[in-house]
């Protein structure tokens, strides 16, 4: 590999960490709109109960 | 401007410099008379490693607060600062691995304390995630994983000083008493990366502490409403 292609792969690696950490950060937060809607869900089902 | 509001700002604040920083870093600092272009490696390299220090350091100062005066809130700002470390703890040694692979022709060298001590450093706080999820939740496993978090942050000026203390000659010191030893375009590229990379890791805290708050409210809410 040349030195060029050294930087752009260093250049590169902190790109797709970041990408990642967007990615993870996506996930959790579909896994935590799910949950409120199923909190909201069972507090609705509450509310009609009693 | 509430904090809350200014959160989305940051965040396009962070963009910007970051794309400044790689323009400056890559097309407008001039190249290196020794190591040639393997040298912009450095403008990312350099930036990311100090604000591994700042994280493991903030970490570790919410832990001596919680300690202090107590607070759950602390514990979660401790885990996530110890958190963020991690990340930039992971890209200080895969691009100064890059870095020095470029310039020396070697991946790593366990012969150089720098290097080994930035590692010992940052599977310490790796550890801390193992300890952190091997308690029960409460007020026992907040201050366990708070006096970790404390115990870790005394490596910091050993590992932060090992690079000028250091008896081998891999790991070059840019910054000595007389000054950067850049030019001052190659400083201005510098000192914006540092700024970029800074702005980033305190966006991404922001964000992760977010996340975890409303990740712990939803759980107390699912116990009471079941």
Request: charged share 15%; hydrophobic share 55%.
């Amino acid at each position: 590999m040349s030195q060029g292609q050294y930087v752009a792969l260093a250049y590169g690696v902190v790109l797709v960490f970041v990408l990642l950490w967007v990615a993870i950060m996506a996930a959790k937060l579909s896994r935590l709109q799910r949950e409120t809607a199923d909190l909201a869900e069972m507090a609705r089902g509450r509310h009609s109960d009693g | 401007m509430s904090s809350r509001n200014s959160l989305p700002l940051l965040a396009f604040a962070a963009a910007g410099l970051l794309g400044l920083a790689v323009v400056l870093a890559l097309l407008v600092a001039p190249e290196d008379a020794n190591q040639g272009v393997s040298q912009r490696i450095f403008y990312f390299h350099v930036p990311i490693a100090l604000t591994a220090y700042a994280c493991f350091g903030l970490g570790a100062w919410k832990a001596l607060r919680l300690l202090w005066v107590g607070g759950e809130r602390r514990d979660l700002e401790s885990y996530t600062w110890i958190h963020q470390g991690t990340i930039f703890g992971a890209l200080t040694l895969i691009t100064g691995s890059i870095w020095a692979k470029a310039s020396w022709g070697v991946w790593w060298n366990w012969s150089s304390n720098q290097l080994v001590l930035f590692l010992v450093l940052f599977l310490f706080y790796c550890a801390y995630f193992m300890l952190r999820f091997s308690v029960d939740e409460g007020a026992r496993r907040e201050r366990i994983c708070a006096v970790y978090a404390l115990f870790g942050v005394a490596l910091i000026p050993v590992s932060f000083l090992a690079i000028r203390l250091a008896s081998d000659f891999i790991h070059p010191t840019v910054f000595t008493r007389a000054g950067p030893q850049m030019t001052r375009t190659m400083f201005m590229a510098f000192l914006v990366s540092w700024a970029a990379i800074t702005l980033l890791a305190y966006v991404m805290y922001r964000v992760e502490l977010v996340g975890k708050r409303t990740d712990s409210n939803l759980r107390e809410l699912r116990e009471a409403l079941s």
